[in-house]
């Protein structure tokens, strides 16, 4: 026979620990969320992805932002008042997002050579549009500067693809800027990025596979939380 002061204990344990995870990811979010606005506010986003263009790195922060602190203030309110329909809200939600992250991770796997042909056609064409505004204006800068710098990259495969004025950001060092023999970023930098993503694939799975287990916790701790407060008695609150 069960001991029902440990099944209380139990409970207590499972509920006041999704308390304090989805507290964490509550505060996780409304950084994201904040880090989002910021952007939006201070910078001028150049789309690297025309057909994508409302999708840049601030607004794709701010939803993910709103997304994380809205499920997880479900879940952490869900649990701390033991409300069976924010708890069964907060399942759904959980288990909608996982479907998500996995069709997508199978629609790349699956058309990976057409995604690729994509997003290079469109990076051209970003470029192609950096290209006139720079030979309108010579002070120009856009995203490109910013994933120049960043990455220590130079166009979309080398140097080569800025048919016209390779601007300074590609430059190796301040000193090649001031100097007649200018020495470029060797690799472009979606070669770099897709260099980068396959030598860390195993990394780049175990976050997946991490983020799903994480998904199916947050299920599993709240459908048990739900049954129990169901064969409580309890009704909605």
Known sequence: MRDPTLSMSC???????????????????????GLGIYLMTTSKFAA????????NIANTLFIAGIIITCVSFLGFLGALK??????????VLLFILMLVELA??????????QVDKYITSDLNSSLDTSLTQRQQNNNTKD?????????HCCGINNSSDWTSGIPESCCMSSFCIQNDTKQYWPKGCYTKLKETFENNLLNAGIA???????????????MTLFCHISRSGLQYK
Do not use: Q
Request: negative net charge.
């Open 208 to 222: 997946v596979i991490v983020a799903c287990v994480i998904e199916v916790l947050g299920m599993c701790f709240s």
């Open 143 to 151: 995203d490109w500067d910013i994933v120049h710098n960043t990455f």
């Open 48 to 55: 690297l992805l025309p057909s994508l263009e409302a999708m």
């Open 82 to 91: 033991e409300n069976r329909c924010l708890l069964i809200s907060f399942f």
């Open 104 to 113: 997508v991770a199978c629609a790349l796997l699956m058309f990976e050579t």
């Open 11 to 33: 409970l207590k344990c499972l509920k006041y620990t999704m308390c304090v995870v989805n507290l964490i990811f509550f505060i996780c979010g409304a950084a994201i969320f």
